[in-house]
Nanobody
Framework: VQLQASGGGLVQPGGSLRLSCEAS????????MAWFRQAPGKEREFLSA????????SYADSVKGRFTISRSDSAKTLYLQLNSLVPEDTAVYYC?????????????????WGQGTQVTVSS
């Protein structure tokens, strides 16, 4: 499975971005997907996960209500809508995947990782 993340950039506080992650190498619907981020000097942090069916979703408390995860099986793409951004959201954002199973598994032990896309929130 190959994952290609994109959509990062420089945005002002209060702004929005939409990240994308295109998957290949396996039928997309057979993958549970997740987003993580890593800020400078900090450990990688789980943000959100979505089941292969798209029905089940989970969010970290730090982003609940501001970030929205979604997926398009026809486009083989995972999305993360980032709203109300603050400087503390500055990080490299990674998509990840795991063969379908318990949703908690992709959050805890992804099998595949994308290369990351930089998000910088600054005025």
């Amino acid at each position: 499975v190959q994952l290609q993340a994109s959509g990062g950039g420089l945005v002002q506080p209060g702004g929005s971005l939409r990240l994308s992650c295109e998957a290949s190498g396996r039928t997309f619907a057979t993958l549970d997907m997740a987003w993580f981020r890593q800020a400078p000097g900090k450990e990688r942090e789980f943000l959100s996960a979505i089941s292969g069916s798209g029905v089940s979703k989970s969010y970290a408390d730090s982003v609940k209500g501001r970030f929205t995860i979604s997926r398009s099986d026809s486009a083989k793409t995972l999305y993360l809508q980032l709203n109300s951004l603050v400087p503390e959201d500055t990080a490299v954002y990674y998509c990840a995947a795991r063969k379908r199973g318990a949703l908690a598994a992709v959050a805890a032990r992804p099998e595949y990782w994308g290369q990351g896309t930089q998000v910088t929130v600054s005025s």
